[in-house]
């Protein structure tokens, strides 16, 4: 069974075909990185109208790399929610009329049920290695949620953020030091340059909770730049470069370190058999490297690729809908602050 998938809940126009909910036939991304640098961060307005313009080249580099055409395809798969609404009516607009057109079945997938399922690309299968239950840290600009996955759809929400997301406090923390956008990359990048001389920052918990919180960590980490002229940027001072990339470094240890502990201590609390990771701060090479390294059960990450918005991901996850019950979800609507679990 041969989906089409379709993910626009942000700022990258994605489309892939994907085959049984594993094998990726193609995966085309439009990125709208560049265009967003320019603001410091995502401009709704103009991330909705950029779908407008690349979401039909996306579809049909999608079908033309998978070799296929619309007659070959058994469903099409769409992200529904949640995320930017101008961002999402483009996807579900262009994937109902694909579908009228096409007499093909419509679903609509959870945005971070997508991230999830990207662990079942590439060759990984959790369902049977490990096994489910399966701890799944969600990660990225917009969410950082724990969630248990107990078997295909049955998913319990049982930590998540109380203010920022870790990616939110990426980019924040990387406007702070002038570094640009998006945020992860250019803190990873800069903090391979440390010495290691920055003390740590503080490890945000909050008591008898599996949720987290950033938004001291990227208060501290102004007010450490301000400490040093670093922050606000003025053209008349000359402050210490040198000091940028012990402070990207310190602040990356704090924010990985927060996640990689609430995660395996939720993994621990509900005896889950393997951790899941997912989201573009799943990308993060120390996060990865953290994970390996202290996690008593197996962890499952995607390639950076499929970290990152994807339309693979939401073609994987539809299949596991559509493979028992065909739905012709043509009222599907846009829902910009769907929850799973």
């Known amino acids: ?64 790399k998978a070799n296929i055409n619309f007659s070959d395809l058994d469903g099409i798969g769409v992200t529904n929610g949640p995320g930017l609404a101008g961002s999402l009516i483009t996807g579900i607009n262009t994937a109902k009329g ?34 489910f239950p399966l701890m799944c840290l969600i990660a990225s600009g917009g969410h950082t949620d724990l969630i248990v996955m107990k078997n295909h759809g049955n998913f319990t929400l049982v930590g998540k953020t109380r203010d920022d997301a870790a990616g939110e406090a990426f980019d924040k923390a990387a406007r702070i030091l002038g570094l640009g956008f998006p945020g992860g990359p250019a803190i990873q990048k800069m903090s391979e340059k440390s010495n290691g001389e920055e003390p740590s920052f503080p490890r945000p918990k909050i008591k008898n909770s599996l949720d987290f919180s950033f938004s001291g960590l990227k208060t501290a ?20 470069q040198k000091q940028i990339p012990n402070l990207s470094a310190a602040f990356q240890e704090a924010v990985v370190d927060s996640l990689v502990t609430r995660t395996i201590e939720a993994a621990k609390v509900y005896k889950t058999k393997g951790i899941l990771l997912g989201g573009g701060v799943a990308a993060n090479t120390l996060l990865r490297k953290e994970f390996s390294k202290r996690s008593p059960v197996d962890v499952i990450v995607p390639k950076p690729n499929l970290c990152t918005d994807n339309g693979a991901m939401i073609g994987a996850a539809s299949w596991f809908h559509l493979r028992d019950t065909l739905t012709y979800e043509l009222d599907l609507d846009v ?3 769907l929850r799973l679990g």
């Open 1 to 64: 069974m041969k989906i089409l998938g379709i993910e626009t809940s942000c700022d990258e126009t994605a489309v892939a075909v994907v085959e049984d909910g594993h094998y990726i036939h193609s995966n085309v991304v439009f990125s709208q990185a560049d265009i967003h640098a320019t603001f410091g961060g995502i401009v709704p307005e103009v991330a909705s109208r950029q779908h407008i313009i690349t979401i039909v080249p996306s579809v049909q580099q999608a079908l033309e």
């Open 98 to 131: 694909l579908a009228l057109a096409n007499n093909l079945p419509l679903i609509g997938i959870n945005h971070l049920e997508g991230h999830i399922y990207a662990s079942w690309l590439d060759g990984h299968n959790p369902e049977s290695k490990p096994g």
């Open 221 to 240: 980490m102004l007010r450490r730049a301000q400490e040093k002229k670093l922050y606000p940027h003025d053209s008349n001072t000359k402050p210490d």
């Open 335 to 337: 829902l910009p602050k």
